[in-house]
């Protein structure tokens, strides 16, 4: 699995190396590399089963059917 927060690391790490000039092409890279931060950074957190804290609960009356790696919108983190 994908740590949103080591992709958010490297890729201001990244930016911080691009040393644009304006108008060129390492400045629109520059520039889609913010857009994508800060895309990253507006993603709700997904919480897998596995590590939701209403599994193995009555509180989750999909728990049984769903394997550990399934997600859904109510999920909440232990």
Known sequence: MID??????ALEQVKDEINPVSGSRKAR?????DDAIALLK???EIVRCKDC????TLSCPKAP?????????DGERR
Do not use: M, N, S, Y
């Open 65 to 73: 059917v769903r394997p550990d790696d399934w997600f859904c919108a």
């Open 53 to 56: 804290k209403r599994k193995d």
């Open 4 to 9: 949103q927060e080591k992709v958010i690391t």
């Open 29 to 33: 890279l520059r520039d889609a590399v």
């Open 42 to 44: 507006e993603q709700q």
